[in-house]
């Protein structure tokens, strides 16, 4: 797919060359040795057609005669995001796994990654070896963290800002489309986190040659993208199209779109929905569209919308983790103090009606009121997790879970997670519960090393009080270093728990999942002794029945007698500690 407005445009006679530049009087193309002035067009383009740009030249553009910058919508920068732009041929590549349209959203088991810390390799290609692993666990998609290419050799993905151009420190762009090949050809889908709030700090000239890109807003990151400017806009929805078409993407995972600032019009997530949901239809492909919105706006989610048509499939529920986290480690800090009163309530409210906060005043928003009415949507329009790249990194040390609680509890919250009929995701390694730690890391220089470090120091003020220069230096390769997955763990110590997340993944599959169309939310309730109840209704006419003990006791009181069958935990008698049972029962 090759229809673009932005970035350079290969056909068969030449490269067409266009840069939507309002605020320049004058551009030019810098190609190879050579210089081009492009033509001004209406509405602040320039363009030009050149027959002797082939795929793999590199060109730059040249603002006013003063600043050369790359491409912002540039597809590849073998040289970082200082460097020139590459002309890639999307039509190199020869797609094997040409019949591979998705999955149905229900089936998703979601695994999230950093291409960077997967592998000792840390590339596209060296994760391919890993796709078995994903098979052989019961996962089903791969989400990617953002590829936008960064500035320096190692970032979470947030900070990138050529939104087109997959970096360089992973491989070219063959070698991405090669995983995901290779993973269709495995029946995995993968996802991709995409960023469309701000842009990253360094490396982003838009602001000189471009201004109406942003507002005078401001985002924790950055200044706020001017989505109301119908060039702007369109830059965002077809690098979704972008992702999705060329690369073949199956869902997109949007960061942070609470932060996205728009003012009295047609909101961009609208659009964007729209938009992805006509290259579904035309290509006979599920795609999925998932949100990161800590506004929990249920009006956005529609998970049935197959394909999207203005909504979105799912929602990551940060209100599960949250509890769960308070629950089982009894940190009350930051945002978990809305939790702190009664985590095991949350956790029975998110699992009998999505969200814990559906338009409750929030301790940590100062009384705010957040979040809307859950309990009518699908449980499917719900991703659960007990770890994700953001709640292990933004920690002093980047811990996992696994170093903050008890294994047994651990192991009684995968066993809810995995089978309940919301989305589960896992965050690479947890599948064999690693303790390999997740801190944040980047590569900028000078001044903005120094304000990252100094930030870090402001918010974990009491970790380097207590622990000097033992806290990760952001900035170190060494802290990227100990972010490498520890894949020697999965057939040494984390066998066990690797066999057991399989086994959960395997009742899912079996039982959970081909009863999941019309799935509906039933009732939860937690008691004070640490008993958990919940059920939902299936189709087919059956029920699912949840009854753990989350406790270091034994629970006296016996779970339910129903109808059906046990399909995970032994029934009868007393409840051990951190015990699980799941019935199905018949209507």
């Known amino acids: 797919m090759n229809e673009r407005h932005f970035g350079a445009k290969l056909t068969s006679d030449?490269?067409?060359?266009r840069l939507w530049a309002p605020a320049a009087k004058r551009v030019d193309l810098l190609l190879e040795q050579q210089s081009y002035t492009l033509h001004a067009a209406k509405h602040g383009w320039f363009e030009i057609k050149l027959a002797e740009a082939k795929a793999g030249a590199r060109y730059r553009?040249?603002?006013?005669?003063?600043l050369d910058v790359?491409?912002?919508a540039s597809a590849f920068q073998p040289e970082d995001v200082f460097g020139p732009s590459e002309v890639i041929d999307p039509a190199n590549y020869v797609w094997r796994a040409r019949d591979f349209r998705g999955r149905p959203w229900h089936e998703t088991v979601l695994l999230e990654a950093h291409v960077g810390a997967f592998t000792p390799e840390g590339t596209y290609r060296a994760m391919i070896d890993k796709l078995d692993h994903l098979v052989e666990t019961g996962i089903t998609a791969l989400e990617l963290l953002p590829l936008a290419d960064f500035a320096g050799r190692r970032n979470w993905g947030y900070d990138g800002v050529l939104w087109y151009a997959p970096d360089s420190a992973y491989g070219r762009p063959d070698e991405l489309k090669l995983l995901i090949d290779e993973a269709h050809l495995r029946g995995l889908m993968v996802f991709l986190d995409v960023v469309y709030n701000h842009f990253g700090p360094e490396g982003n000239y838009l602001s000189r040659y471009a201004p109406a890109f942003f507002t005078e807003a401001h985002t924790p990151w950055g200044s706020a993208i001017d989505y109301r400017v119908p060039e702007v806009r369109a830059f965002a929805i077809e690098n979704a199209l972008y992702w999705l078409g060329e690369y073949r993407f199956d869902g997109l995972r949007l960061d942070a779109v609470h932060a996205i600032t728009e003012r009295g019009e047609i909101p961009l997530l609208h659009d964007l929905s729209l938009a992805v949901g006509e290259l579904a239809a035309a290509t006979g492909r599920h795609i999925h569209l998932v949100l990161e919105n800590d506004d929990n706006c249920v009006s956005l989610l529609d998970p049935g919308d197959d394909p999207p048509h203005g909504k979105y499939r799912?929602?990551?529920n940060d209100d599960y983790h949250h509890a769960w986290h308070v629950e089982l480690t009894g940190e009350k800090q930051g945002y978990y103090r809305?939790?702190?009163?009664?985590?095991l309530s949350d956790i029975a409210r998110c699992l009998g009606s999505g969200f814990a906060y559906q338009g409750e005043p929030s301790e940590h928003?100062?009384?705010?009121a957040r979040g809307e009415p859950s309990g009518g949507l699908p449980p499917t329009a719900f991703v659960n997790f007990l770890q994700n790249h953001d709640q292990i990194g933004n920690r002093a040390f980047g811990d996992r879970l696994e170093c903050e609680a008890n294994p047994k509890a651990i192991e009684a919250a995968l066993a809810i997670t995995l089978i309940a009929p919301a989305i589960p995701m896992l965050f690479m390694g947890e599948e064999w519960g690693s303790k390999v730690p997740f801190p944040f890391f980047c590569d900028f220089k000078g001044g903005l090393a120094e304000a990252v470090r100094n930030g870090r120091r402001a918010e974990?003020?009491?970790?380097y009080e207590r622990f000097g220069n033992d806290v990760p230096d952001p900035l170190s390769e060494a802290t990227f270093r100990s972010a490498v997955l520890d894949w020697d763990m999965r057939t040494g110590p984390g066998r066990e728990r690797l066999a057991l997340v399989r086994q959960l993944l395997d009742i899912r599959r079996r039982h959970v999942v081909p009863r999941l169309a019309g799935a509906r939310f039933g009732n939860a309730r937690a008691a004070g002794n640490?008993?958990?109840r919940a059920n939902w209704h299936l189709g087919g006419g059956l029920g699912l029945l949840l009854a753990a003990n989350l406790s270091e006791h034994a629970v006296t009181t016996a779970p339910d007698e129903a109808a059906g069958s046990p399909i995970w935990g032994e029934a009868g008698g007393a409840f051990r500690p951190w015990s699980v049972l799941w019935r199905l029962e018949t209507k």
């Open 14 to 17: 030449g490269t067409t060359f």
């Open 61 to 66: 553009f040249r603002i006013d005669s003063e």
């Open 70 to 72: 790359p491409d912002p």
């Open 314 to 316: 799912a929602q990551w």
């Open 338 to 343: 809305d939790y702190q009163r009664a985590p």
């Open 365 to 368: 928003r100062s009384g705010m």
């Open 460 to 463: 974990y003020a009491w970790a």
């Open 530 to 532: 640490g008993l958990l």
